[in-house]
Each structure stands twice: as structure tokens, then as C-alpha cells.
């Protein structure tokens, strides 16, 4: 069915920027959510943000508020992680998340179907 896959991790330094990549495919994503979540070690899962799948709304969590954006390129099916300021706090796995409709503000796992792989972020100090 729906397929998810996140790029963009890597070894940064604090202060550094980075930009995730995550692509959905294989379903309908008219009236859709992507979710972003990260997992740092030792650590339970929490929500990053959310956009719309029409890109016309965007919520955070307000440890990143201000510091990271979600957007989509319009041109191909593809959401962004824009992370700005990286502290070393937001060392983790980054998660992708698709919920296929609903016009909720969705913030937990449970709220979610379909799941990419992961891909770790790692700032150092």
C-alpha cells in the first residue's frame, strides 16, 4: 500500500542546518497529514510537526518552534524538514508519518498508518 521513505540525515554541528526529505507513494494524499517524530536514545517518541498534504497548514511542537519548517515542493510528491539552529538536544532518528484523511491536529503516534524507515540526525557540540 503506501510507501515512505526519509532522506536528508547526517553529522552536523550545532548551529548547522538540515534539510529532510520525505516521499509518499501508493495512496491517495488529497486529504492527508505528514508527520515528522524523532526518537533520541534512551528517549520515547515526539512529535516535530505536521503539514497538510496541501502544504496551506503547518503546526510544531514548541521545542522547535521558530527553528524548523515544513514545507512541500509543488512539483513533485515530496515534504521537507527544514531544521535551522540544530542543538545537540535535537540529536535523534527522525521519523515520517502519513495519515491518510482527517482534519484533526495530529500530534501522536497512534494518529498515524504508515511509517518510513527512519534517519538519524546527529548534532554534535
Known amino acids: 500500500q503506501v510507501h515512505v521513505v526519509e532522506s536528508g540525515g547526517g553529522l552536523v554541528q550545532a548551529g548547522d542546518s538540515l534539510r529532510l526529505s520525505c516521499a509518499a507513494s501508493g495512496g491517495t494524499f488529497s486529504r492527508s497529514t505528514m508527520g515528522w517524530f524523532r526518537q533520541a536514545p534512551g528517549k520515547e517518541r515526539e512529535f516535530v510537526g505536521g503539514i497538510l498534504w496541501s502544504g496551506v497548514y503547518t503546526y510544531y511542537a514548541d521545542s522547535v518552534k521558530g527553528r524548523f519548517t515544513i514545507s512541500r515542493d509543488n512539483t513533485k510528491d515530496t515534504v521537507y524538514l527544514q531544521m535551522n539552529s540544530l542543538k545537540p538536544e535535537d540529536t535523534a532518528v527522525y521519523y515520517c508519518?502519513?495519515?491518510?484523511?482527517?482534519?484533526?491536529?495530529?500530534?501522536?503516534?497512534?494518529?498515524?498508518?504508515?511509517w518510513g524507515q527512519g534517519t538519524q540526525v546527529t548534532v554534535s557540540s
Open positions: 508519518a502519513v495519515r491518510l484523511y482527517g482534519s484533526g491536529r495530529y500530534v501522536n503516534e497512534y494518529d498515524y498508518s504508515h
